[in-house]
């Protein structure tokens, strides 16, 4: 019986992988054929091979910049979203005041709303403050999502950290700001990537306000994979070779984080 349920358990996690990464070899596998080839014929490979969607992305400055814009903007968020969440984060895991709970569900049902909510309130605060078309228009933007986020994963790794640790630092003539950068923040580093690495993926792949908020100079990927039509049709080369490339910074962050993402998932935070 055993036996059985192993064989059962390694066909369905072998279906799950052909499943899941199918599309992804099949965005590789059309980056490097030609328009042609991929219009008219089906092919598990490339038949003619070549390299000129990926040179069309690294020489056109309408595609690299777009990559160096959501880097900024995604990268300002980011730090901006784990610096306002750690206090946030630490007061809701450490005291208990009046609405406690209900400030907390708050935050999480901004996080809950969906972006298009915010769009013409951040439009025409924009328009008025001059910040349209700038990355930090987007990275601002990106926080109502993003810091209720870090804030409800953190608070669930601060709360695992006994109290007695914060008693006994200040027993020893901690100030609060030494204490926390030098003994609770290095506690509570798995949270922090997970809660950073949430919040890159969130505002790299976010597309509605990084669309309508930018036009040219701060125009991220996203936007610009939805413009590839032109006169004679899809780019469908560039679309999936500038695909492959929008996988590659995700990857290498979950690379870094992927020992604190296990750490969230047992603590029952992500």
Known sequence: MDERRFRKRVIFLIAYLLFAILPVYWMVNMSFKTNDEILSSFSLWPRDFTLAHYRTIFTDESWYSGYINSLIYVAINTVISITVALPAAYA?????????????????????????VFLLPFFQLYTTLGLMDTHIAVALAHLVFNVPLAVWILEGFMSGVPREIDETAYIDGYSFPRFFLTIFLPLIKAGVGVAAFFCFMF?????????TLTSVNAKPIVATMTRTVSASGMDWGVLAAAGVLT??????????????????????RV
Do not use: C, Q
Not at 203 to 211: D, G, I, K, N, P
Not at 252 to 268: L, S
């Open 203 to 211: 505002s790299w792949v976010e597309l509605l306000m990084a669309r």
């Open 247 to 268: 996988i590659v910074p995700g990857a290498i962050v979950i690379w870094f984080v992927r020992h604190y993402i296990a750490k969230g998932f047992a603590m029952g």
């Open 92 to 116: 809701f895991s450490r005291y208990r005041f009046l609405g406690d709970k209900h400030v907390f569900f708050w935050l999480l049902t901004n996080r809950m709303t969906p972006p298009a």
